[in-house]
């Protein structure tokens, strides 16, 4: 299930919003991206996470890489920002 629309987005959910060609290339490259070998090892490294904490199916925080090699659970919002505008 798609997750509920948020009454502040950010600027780039307002973006994508109101420009569907930008949207949809986004999703384009995003699937191109997510079906590579490496990246399903790293979802299946944190869904395992998930499971172990007893956090899986139940919505809420995700698991999250620390610095210090370790993982776990943290704001979903703002573990994937990490790389994004945090970064700039």
């Given at each position: 299930?798609?997750?509920?629309?948020?009454?502040?987005?950010?600027?780039?959910a307002?973006?994508y919003?109101?420009?569907?060609?930008?949207?949809?290339?986004?999703?384009a490259?995003?699937?191109?991206?997510n079906?590579?070998?490496?990246?399903?090892?790293?979802?299946?490294?944190?869904?395992?996470?998930?499971?172990?904490?007893?956090?899986?199916?139940?919505?809420?925080?995700?698991?999250?890489?620390?610095s210090n090699?370790?993982?776990?659970?943290?704001?979903?919002k703002?573990?994937?920002?990490?790389?994004?505008?945090?970064k700039?």
């Amino acid at each position: 299930m798609a997750p509920r629309r948020v009454k502040n987005p950010s600027k780039t959910a307002k973006y994508y919003r109101e420009n569907r060609e930008a949207y949809l290339k986004k999703l384009a490259k995003q699937s191109k991206e997510n079906s590579k070998p490496s990246n399903k090892e790293y979802r299946r490294k944190l869904a395992m996470k998930r499971r172990e904490a007893g956090l899986m199916g139940k919505g809420g925080k995700d698991m999250c890489h620390q610095s210090n090699g370790k993982i776990k659970p943290c704001n979903a919002k703002k573990n994937r920002a990490k790389g994004g505008g945090q970064k700039r």
